[in-house]
């Protein structure tokens, strides 16, 4: 691991909080990571470390890549776990993107833990994507838990009830939460028949829910556009299949039976002034501080 303890921007006096998206099991359609590579451009961030992969990586699971560049010359990317820190209004913000590690998990997140720590790290949250049975006509479902007590009632969210297997994600929040720092699990289900990536509607339910956490702006670009193309270009797909188009219907009947008490009120509240604060600051959010 190279060394995090060089000149970081200075302690903020906003909570300094890690956000990590893992390739694999964890992130469908790569939607998970794809969201943290869309902040870590947006918002500037500069690499300050990474985790030697030798340790944690079987390179037949997860191999190397090799390429030329302009002039020819070969170079390999490993697959390792970058950390990258950028500073968003008041508030330092650590990105970790990485791969999931094949072994020694608790070394792992240790060592991840350590350098989150060396950041001033208070606040880990967790990015996830899975495949789950919800139509792609529909808003993606996004799911936020926490063992934290304090973050139930500050962010309005539930704990964290799951039970069975896990990701390193899932581990990763255990191991903050024995180091007493507060977590949030970010999950985006997406659709199970249009799992392949990219998946940049429930990329931009991420930022979304990202976005309210925070009480931090994420400029969206061109991803509402795309999440539209998307969800176009999968409605003709379906409509070729009777089967897929019927499928589709099912799942749309019961998606809306199932959440039409939240079709208005507290939902819809949320969304009107989220767009009075973007347009009274010119497309900034000026909402509430969350963390």
Known sequence: MTDAHHEQ?????????LLA????????GSAATSALTHLAEVWGAEKVT???????????????????DDEGKRSITWPT??????????RK????????????????????????????????????????????TRPIPMTATSDSVGLQAVL??????????TGIVGVLQHEAAERDLQSVSLWAAVPHYVANPPS?????AILTRVEEILGESVPMGELPDDAAAWQHGVDELASEDSEISEYVAQLEEAKDTAELPEAS???????????????DTGGKDSGPEKL
């Open 265 to 279: 009120g507290d939902a819809i509240a949320r969304e009107f002034e989220r767009y009075l604060r973007r347009r």
């Open 9 to 17: 921007p200075e302690a903020s006096p906003r909570q300094t909080v």
């Open 200 to 204: 940049p509607k429930a990329t931009l």
């Open 21 to 28: 998206a893992f390739e694999g099991w964890n992130d469908a």
């Open 81 to 90: 776990t970058s950390v990258s820190v950028a500073q968003v209004g008041e």
């Open 156 to 165: 309005d969210i539930e704990a964290n009830t799951y039970q069975g297997p």
């Open 93 to 136: 913000v650590v990105l970790v993107h990485g791969v999931e590690p094949s072994m020694r998990w608790r070394k792992y997140c240790e060592e991840l833990l350590q350098v989150a720590d060396d950041l001033g790290v208070r606040t880990v949250i967790t990015l996830g994507a899975l495949l789950a049975d919800v139509p792609h």
């Open 50 to 68: 990474e985790l030697d992969p030798e340790e944690f990586h079987d390179f037949q699971v997860n191999r190397p890549y090799i390429s030329l």
